[in-house]
T-cell receptor, first 112, second 112 residues
């Protein structure tokens, strides 16, 4: 299936741990994004990459580090996890920086 | 005050009703307006995409944008139980940026 996919779907971990979330798109898109959706369903952009280059970097703690090994992949690494990091993280992609964004299924992160 | 305001609901309607979902925004520089539908535990999916003021229709869905009032609406005709979801409005500025600003979403329940 052509889509934006994320792994894992669920992630439960302890405070202080380091974890990664992976995203892959097989739509041939040039631009990828990470969003965070909090418990009140508010969806906020964190990062955007275009052709492996960082183009949007919102005011996110530097414990969050995105990495784009190629145009089809955008991973999110989180160091020293905190309780407030618990949320659903969505990856998205678009044909280019101005095109419509397509979202992945989300990764539900719970920090205990 | 958030840049984009949306009544969180929940909004409960009987099957077949016309549903009106609304967002207001504060920044007159927004140029592109979108509505996403998000089923429980899924990623947002794009429903409607409009540029500037006016109406756009797609099947049972009509999107309206009134830039003078900084107000956008999504109408759903002949609502179905399968329309039960959270509806998120989103908007972005013109120019070379694809940073989307989302509303907090309205939870809609269509009762059979």
């Amino acid at each position: 299936d052509t889509a934006v996919s994320q792994t894992p779907k669920y992630l439960v971990t302890q405070m202080g741990n380091d974890k990664s979330i992976k995203c892959e798109q097989n739509l041939g898109h040039d631009t990828m994004y990470w969003y965070k959706q909090d418990s009140k369903k508010f969806l906020k952009i964190m990062f955007s990459y275009n052709n492996k280059e960082l183009i949007i970097n919102e005011t996110v703690p530097n414990r969050f580090s995105p990495k784009s090994p190629d145009k089809a992949h955008l991973n999110l690494h989180i160091n020293s996890l905190e309780l407030g990091d618990s949320a659903v993280y969505f990856c998205a992609s678009s044909q280019d920086v101005l095109a419509v964004q397509f979202f992945g299924p989300g990764t539900r992160l719970t920090v205990l | 005050q958030k840049e984009v305001e949306q009544d969180p609901g929940p909004l409960s309607v009987p099957e077949g009703a016309i549903v009106s979902l609304n967002c207001t925004y504060s920044n007159s520089a927004f140029q592109y307006f979108m509505w996403y539908r998000q089923y429980s535990r899924k990623g947002p999916e794009l429903l409607m995409y409009t540029y500037s003021s006016g109406n756009k229709e797609d099947g049972r869905f009509t999107a309206q944008v009134d830039k003078s009032s900084k107000y956008i609406s999504l109408f759903i005709r002949d609502s179905q139980p399968s329309d039960s979801a959270t509806y998120l409005c989103a908007m972005r500025f013109g120019g070379a940026t694809n940073k989307l600003i989302f509303g907090t979403g309205t939870l809609l329940a269509v009762q059979p």
